[in-house]
């Protein structure tokens, strides 16, 4: 089984920063996938960035040139930076994970970001 944990979630104005980490259970040179969605009240859950273990980055259009999406093996944590950040941000922002050998997909609980004056 693998847990995933979501931490840096936190109120900051617009323009400001955040980095959110999330803090894998296992090896994550398994998990060939992992990345973040996020979630608005009232909103259904969007896709925000993945990378691959193979080093693929994907963004939406809605965070790119804005966020950062990292992986440190030796640490066995995904971090996303998120900078420039609008009040559209906001939400819960959730960690997963695809692995394929065998076929199993992971979620975190998430961690809230606001960006507000």
């Known amino acids: 089984q693998v847990q995933l944990v979501e931490s840096g979630g936190s109120l900051v104005q617009p323009g400001g920063s955040l980095r959110l980490s999330c803090a894998a259970s296992v090896s994550i040179i398994r998990l060939n996938t992992m990345g973040w969605y996020r979630q608005a009240p009232g909103k259904e859950r969007e896709w925000v960035a993945s990378?691959?273990?193979?080093?693929?980055?994907v963004y939406a259009d809605s965070v790119k040139g804005r966020f950062t999406i990292s992986r440190d093996n030796a640490k066995n944590t995904v971090s996303l930076q998120l900078n420039s950040l609008k009040p559209e941000d906001t939400g819960v922002y959730y960690c997963y994970a695809q692995q394929f050998l065998p076929r199993e997909d992971y979620w975190g609980k998430g961690t809230l970001v606001t960006v507000s004056s």
């Open positions: 990378k691959t273990s193979g080093g693929i980055t």
